[in-house]
């Protein structure tokens, strides 16, 4: 693991009651969110969401950062789909998988797997979650 050497930004969030009828909020008030167990039917959101926004939204960051190494702009309607899932495995604990859906409309098909291997390579989440969660990529 490699260590940081220049800090661009640290998150600050607080969180009460976890994932059963919790609440998380950032300390510059932009995230105020309430948690509720997935299929609850109860109001609030899950881990699981909030982990899918994240990394879809880095990802694509890392994608625009790819793009522009090309002198290339991402289409307007660029678009990532995440599913989180959540689950066991054999030895009974939990882990989570995650499977991204690019679209990059416009672009042709060698660009597009292009981007997504680069973005892939340097995406601050897939380089945290590389080898310790399943991550499969499709573009759309």
Request: aromatic share 4%.
């Amino acid at each position: 693991m490699a260590p940081i050497e220049k800090e661009l930004f640290t998150a600050h969030t607080h969180i009460t009651g976890g994932r059963h009828d919790g609440a998380g909020r950032s300390d510059d008030g932009q995230l105020d969110v309430k948690l509720s167990m997935p299929g609850s039917g109860k109001p609030g959101t899950n881990p699981e969401q909030l982990f899918g926004v994240g990394y879809a939204a880095c990802f694509l960051g890392a994608l625009g950062v790819a793009a522009s190494k090309r002198k290339l702009r991402l289409p307007d309607d660029t678009a990532i789909d995440a599913d989180v899932t959540l689950g066991t495995i054999a030895d009974g604990n939990y882990q989570i998988a995650v499977k991204l859906r690019v679209d990059l409309p416009g672009l042709d098909d060698a660009l597009k797997r292009e981007l997504v291997e680069e973005g892939h390579k340097t995406c601050p989440y897939s380089r945290a979650t590389r080898g310790n969660i399943d991550v499969q990529i499709s573009i759309a």
